[in-house]
């Protein structure tokens, strides 16, 4: 991203208002009374991250940036999403649809008018429009947060979009070898890369390995119906525990009924496709599968050397293709489909050896804990990252598409406890060299 001011404030405003758009289009589709209520004890009700967004916003680009007064300082300790656990946030003074909506009218008014004048330089907050591009970072997780909340909802379907591309894959090796050897990972020069994206520093990795695509659906039911799920060896300790306490047998939202295997998406209910990446698996389950499979998942070391580490040039480029920023034909992101594609779409967005679909589709489990890169610094909060650092927490790369381009790419690092199911996540395997 160039650092020209007038360029870095076109680039924030596009980002913004591209966040803006989706969340009006996941709240606009449904009646207020779906807004105010909690479909499942795992989310937020729509209308608290609705508010939540624009808060944040105003605490940050209003207050931090412009150092303008609090509009409704009373409402910060409702929307603190560390304050209050999901399942308690219905029983907060939220607020209502219509009064949500106009503040965030409101704020992103008084951002607007902000973002033409502020100073993008000076301060860390500000240096090529990190807080702006932060923001439209955040406003597109909680966007993902709500589409996951509009898959859990009962209910007919709110939303549509068009079927993924497909692409011809016939040929496609099953995997690839990439040679072992140091590479850069992690960000130093990254505009708006989050702290735990940095610094960049050297990693040596031996040669392994690694899926060229996800592990698709039809893979899995081999899985499941070899027993996986009835045998113990396959499983670590605490998913073992999972699988009986909760009695899993299939990946969430699948359902067996007269012979077939069906899942349910966004309110609609059909068949399983078996060339699609399997998702809303938990990473015991996909560490399960692997075991069977006689393989393992990748390191998040390994995951990020194969996506964006050209052997010719000894280069880390920002996304697999290159260091150009997403485009359609390139990678599934933004919520521009309800699914992911077909195992081995997206041949333009392949890294230099020839891996397909690192960006966009699933989430991607990996091996790893959740933990900092030497040289770590906290910025701007704590909270952001380094209070969730630690073995508890799995990392996952690569997006889904219901991630938004701006909060995507090869360095970006997820996280979640590994019993989540409900979030878009699918995996590759790997293996040693």
Known sequence: ??????????????????????????????????????????????????????????????????????????????????????????????????????????????????????????????????????????????????????????????????????????????????????????????????????????????AFHIDTTPVTNGAFLRFIEDGGYRDERWWTEQGWDLVRGHELAAPLFWRREGGQWLRRRFGAVEPVAPDEPVLHVSWYEADAYARWAGRRLPSEAEWEKAARHDPATGLSYRYPWGDEDPTPERANLGQRHLGPAAAGSYPDGESPLGVRQLIGDVWEWTASGFLPYPGFVAFPYREYSEVFFGPDHKVLRGGAFSVGEVACRATFRNWDLPVRRQIFAGFRTARDA
């Open 1 to 206: 991203m160039t650092a020209d001011p007038t360029a870095v404030r076109r680039s924030a405003l596009d980002a913004l208002t591209a966040a803006r758009s989706r969340t009006s289009a996941l709240t606009d589709c449904v009646e207020d009374s779906e807004l105010i209520a909690q479909h499942s004890p795992l989310m937020s009700p729509l209308v608290w991250d609705l508010a939540h967004i624009s808060n944040q916003e105003e605490q940050w680009l209003l207050r931090a940036v412009a150092g303008r007064e609090a509009m409704r300082p009373e409402i910060d300790s409702v929307y603190d999403a560390f304050e209050h656990p999901r399942a308690t946030r219905p029983t907060l003074p939220l607020l209502q649809p219509a009064e949500a909506r106009r503040y965030a009218s409101e704020v992103r008014g008084r951002v607007v008018d902000v973002l033409e004048s502020a100073p993008l330089h000076g301060r860390p907050l500000v240096d090529a429009g990190f807080a702006f591009g932060m923001i439209a970072q955040h406003e597109q997780q909680h966007d993902e947060t709500m589409l996951i909340t509009h898959q859990l909802r009962s209910g007919p379907a709110a939303l549509t979009a068009p079927a993924p591309p497909r692409a011809d894959s016939t040929g496609l090796a099953d995997e690839i070898l990439v040679p072992g050897g140091p590479f850069t990972m992690g960000t130093s020069d990254e505009p708006w890369a989050l702290d735990n994206e940095r610094p960049a520093h050297q990693r040596l990795v031996p």
